[in-house]
């Protein structure tokens, strides 16, 4: 499973990026507001650190918008992903921009068939948001190992982004079931590298060092 990193927070990415662990980036509103800067900004720093697919989000309701803005945010960097919420207007959006050859990342997945539908509509990516599923008692995981024995079934190219990622056991249960990708917080990040055994381990390792290196 690849890892992407969930943030439109420049030094995390960079942070992030040069542990060699993350090959993209997805951002949405509400972390471009998060930074208060401008978004076309944010955009252009994130794709000059990471050579990797960078999920960018409209925020227009209607297709045609969609689709203007989508066309402005890809003449950007061709890495560019334009998002797209999981709307009747937003899955006649990704139709436009798959026949354009813009690559699209339909978001706000919350059950199976809407992942079929931005499957079919030729998305590129269908972002299903497990920890906002758990929040409301319902099994986010089981959602992504439904998605995947559908797109397996039928052979469908779209790939799976497990996003809205909460902790670091979400992210081995993306991997078990099959996800293509999971977006991670740079905070989850930092929490899959620690082990409190790792650390016990390095200190006893420099502790025995230190009794034998003068010698
Ligand atoms: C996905 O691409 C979204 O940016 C993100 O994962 C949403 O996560 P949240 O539910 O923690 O806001």
Not at 181 to 188: D, G, S
Request: aromatic share 6%.
């Amino acid at each position: 499973m690849k890892l992407f990193i969930d943030t439109a927070n420049v030094e995390e990415i960079r942070e992030a990026y040069s542990l060699g662990v993350i090959c993209g980036v997805t951002t949405n509103p509400s972390l471009i507001a998060k930074e208060g800067r401008n978004f076309a900004e944010v955009v252009r720093e994130i794709v000059s650190i990471v050579d990797g697919p960078i999920s960018a989000e409209v925020v227009g309701t209607e297709a045609p918008v969609m689709v203007e803005e989508a066309l402005e945010l890809s003449a950007i960097h061709p890495n560019i992903v334009i998002k797209i919420p999981m709307t009747a207007e937003g899955l006649k959006a990704t139709k436009i921009l798959a026949e354009k050859g813009i690559h699209t990342n339909v978001t706000l997945i919350f059950s199976a068939n809407q992942a079929l539908l931005a499957a079919r509509a030729g998305a590129t990516y269908v972002s299903p948001f497990v920890g906002r599923l758990d929040d409301i008692s319902q099994d986010g995981i089981e959602l992504i190992c439904d998605i995947v024995d559908i797109f397996d079934r039928y052979a469908l190219a779209t790939e799976i982004i497990t996003a809205s990622v909460r902790h670091p056991v979400h992210v081995t249960a993306a991997a078990k079931a099959g996800s293509h990708i999971a977006t991670v917080p740079y905070k989850v990040i930092m929490q899959m590298i620690k082990h409190p055994l790792t650390d016990a381990g390095i200190k006893k390792f420099l502790e025995d060092w230190e009794t034998v290196k003068n010698k």
